[in-house]
Structures are given as structure tokens and as C-alpha cells.
């Protein structure tokens, strides 16, 4: 590593770590701190450095995030599967929350935005994904910010995990369709999955057994996500595929291997923020100002649909009013999962520079917004301070309906 590497890398942390202490003493989450500082440090090198974007340390630094990257999508893909395995009792929340907001990402890539994609269904179907997600880790995290009734925190999680899952096969499958004129691909891409699935349970009874050494069974969890990530990147899938699929196969039910991905997960919480500023560099917003009317029909639109359609499938799960706000409100949340996505889009080229700047926006705002939204429409709602660990699970014990006496 290059000591242009280090320092910038060093530089880039710095200012993560201070707008993250700056979100949380505004109590939200602290990937609006990262992505604040990401955006506004990749307007300032547009203006005054733009070689530095395109520099050889920059693009280095960049593929050293995308390892740390992976194993922080090895940690969501098993949040999939824990928030997954409700799926039944939220299936209904599940298809409306999605259902809405894609079907209005279809209509703006086809008439609302002018430059928004850049051709073809595949495009398209991409923009309805990204408009339909749901950011499973900031949940988790909001949940140990708050304390609201149990169903609105099982079912949120359940619907949350598996719309995540059914977006990222979508994403696989329009990934794979932009190579359809290589027929191995859709030979491949299976081939890849279905080797992952093997390989992920014979690696989950290896981390059980009792005298394998903590650090090797690291080591050993470690190269399974690289080398998943690996396989779908080279069967035509995206990397971020294996590593999701890679989490979704290590069961959490076992007390070892839990411990095992525990250790993995409290060692990449510095990877998103780094990875994240990266993302937020690429904004481009004199592209967004030039064109204030469509952006703003956009975000207003998706923000809309998503909460329209969370709080009609909330409702017909059987929640109360105010328990449907809440869970709508919940599942606008956003965060590090729409920032992966939309950047997937902007490498594979399915959106356009402008779309993706003004989707990033629509992030930032809309998982800023979760928390005030959640504490103005529930006045049950209680804060604790937030755990000291990345993404951890809410505790059980925060899991009743809670009531406050009146001051």
C-alpha cells in the first residue's frame, strides 16, 4: 500500500468518523454522517481536484473497499435470512411495500426522467428495484434506537428481509440478461449459486467444530465470502451477489458458528465508511440542480409510494393505524442497502450520472428522515442510547409494546 493510499484513506476515515459523531449526536444514523461527508467531498474535487477521481490511489483505495465491502454484505445476507425466515406472516406487507414504489420506478424511468437510465428493460427494471428497497441494517439499527410494539418490529423485519432477498435475485437476473449474448452466463450463474450453497454448508459444520481455533475458523468464514463473491463475479453475476448469498447460507441457530460471524461482523464496520464516502464522491450535483423539476418529482414520488404502499400492506396484516404508520415509516428506510444498489447500477451502467446523483440524495433524505418521522407519528415510542457494535440485533428484551404515563 502507497503512503498516497494510506494518507487519503486516513484522511477520508477521519472526516467519517467526525460526521458520524455529528449524526449521532443528532440522533441519526451514522450513515448520514458518512454519505454527507462522501457527497460533499466529491463536489469539492469536481470543482477544485478532478484528476484526484480518477487517480491511481483513488482506484486502488477503491478495490481495497470493495474487500471490506464484501464481508460487510456477508453481514446483511445473514440479516436476510434471520428477518427472511417471517416471511409468511409478512408477505402481504412485503408486496405492497415493494409492489407501489416499483411500479412507480418503472414509470419514471419511462416518462418521468430524461436522462435516467441508459436504455433498455434492464435499465428500467433497475430503477424499480432501487425505488422499491428496503435497508435491512439501518432497521436493525433504528429497532435498537426505539422501542415499538412487537408486531410492528417482527413484521417490518420479516418484510424487510424478504424483499431484500427477492431484490437481489432480481438483480442477479438483470445482471445476467445484460449478457445474454453469452449463453454461458445463464449456465454459469447457477453453477456459481449452486456451488456456493454446497460449499456454505460444509463450511458452517467446519465452524462448528469445538477444537477448530477461533482465528482460523475466521480465516476460514473470511475466504468463503471472497472466494463466493468471486465465483459470481467471474459467472457474470456481480460480486455483491456472492457475498449476499454467502450470509444467507451460514445459519446463525448454532452458538459457534454465531460467535464466528460475530467476530467477522465487528471487524468490518470500517469498511461501509470508507466504501460509502467513495459512493458519495461520485454525486455529481450541478447535474441534479439543472434538473430540479424531475428530481423533485422523483424523491417526492418514491418517498410517497413507499410509504402508501407499506402502510396499505401494514394495514392489511392486521396493524392498527398507528402501527401501520409506524411500519411505514420504518420501511422507508433506506441507507446502506439503496447506496450499494445505486452503485452497482452507476458501475454496470444501467443509470445514468444524473439518476444515480439524485437517487444517492433521495437516500440520504429519506433515512434522515426516519427517525424524526418515527418519534412525530409514535408517541409510544421510546429511545434508548444506541449499542457500542455495528449493526447489532435488537435485544429481546426491547421486543414488548411499550406505554408511557403521561408527564
Not at 34 to 54: C, D, F, H, N, Q
Not at 181 to 194: D, N
Not at 390 to 404: A, E, F, G, H, N
Request: aromatic share 6%.
Amino acid at each position: 500500500m502507497s503512503l498516497a493510499i494510506a494518507c487519503t484513506a486516513a484522511a477520508l476515515l477521519t472526516l467519517s468518523a467526525v460526521a458520524g459523531l455529528a449524526a449521532h449526536v443528532t440522533r441519526q444514523p451514522v450513515v448520514v454522517g458518512e454519505l454527507t461527508v462522501g457527497i460533499l467531498t466529491g463536489t469539492a474535487l469536481v470543482y477544485w481536484r478532478p484528476e484526484l477521481l480518477s487517480a491511481p490511489s483513488t482506484q486502488e483505495m477503491t478495490q481495497l473497499a470493495t474487500l471490506g465491502l464484501c464481508l460487510f454484505l456477508f453481514t446483511i445476507g445473514q440479516e436476510i435470512r434471520a428477518g427472511g425466515s417471517a416471511w409468511r406472516s409478512s408477505a402481504a406487507l412485503a408486496v405492497l411495500s415493494a409492489a407501489i414504489p416499483f411500479a412507480f420506478g418503472i414509470a419514471a424511468a419511462l416518462w418521468l426522467i430524461p436522462t435516467g437510465t441508459t436504455g433498455g428493460w434492464s435499465s428500467t427494471v433497475f430503477l424499480g428495484v432501487a425505488m422499491a428497497a428496503t435497508a435491512l441494517p439501518v432497521l436493525y439499527r433504528i429497532l435498537d434506537d426505539h422501542v415499538v410494539p412487537e408486531r410492528v418490529r417482527s413484521l417490518s423485519l420479516g418484510a424487510a428481509g424478504t424483499l431484500d432477498l427477492v431484490m437481489w435475485i432480481t438483480l442477479g437476473v438483470i445482471i445476467l440478461a445484460r449478457d445474454a449474448g453469452h449463453p454461458s452466463r445463464w449456465l454459469l450463474g447457477p453453477a456459481a449459486v449452486a456451488g456456493i450453497l454446497v460449499i456454505g454448508r460444509v463450511v458452517a459444520r467446519a465452524l462448528r467444530i469445538p477444537w477448530l481455533p477461533r482465528a482460523v475458523a475466521v480465516l476460514l468464514l473470511t475466504g468463503f465470502v471472497w472466494a463466493a463473491a468471486a465465483a459470481t463475479e467471474v459467472a457474470g453475476l456481480h460480486y455483491a451477489c456472492g457475498a449476499m448469498l454467502a450470509g444467507v447460507t451460514i445459519p446463525r441457530d448454532d452458538s459457534a458458528v454465531r460467535e464466528v460471524a460475530d467476530t467477522l461482523r465487528h471487524g468490518t464496520f470500517v469498511w461501509p465508511s470508507l466504501y460509502f464516502v467513495l459512493a458519495g464522491a461520485h454525486v455529481d450535483l450541478a447535474s441534479v440542480s439543472q434538473q430540479g423539476v424531475w428530481v423533485l418529482l422523483v424523491g417526492t414520488g418514491a418517498v410517497v409510494t413507499k410509504l402508501a404502499g407499506s402502510f396499505t400492506g401494514a394495514r392489511w396484516a392486521g396493524l392498527t393505524r398507528a402501527e401501520a404508520r409506524q411500519t411505514a415509516v420504518l420501511m422507508n428506510t433506506r441507507g446502506l442497502t439503496e447506496i450499494v444498489i445505486l452503485d452497482l447500477g452507476r458501475q454496470l451502467g444501467l443509470i445514468a450520472l444524473p439518476t444515480y446523483s439524485a437517487l444517492i440524495l433521495l437516500t440520504l433524505l429519506a433515512t434522515a428522515m426516519t427517525s424524526p418521522l418515527l418519534r412525530a407519528l409514535s408517541p409510544q415510542v421510546t429511545e434508548y442510547p444506541p449499542e457500542p457494535t455495528p449493526l447489532s440485533r435488537p435485544s429481546k428484551d426491547r421486543s414488548t409494546t411499550v406505554t408511557r404515563t403521561a408527564a
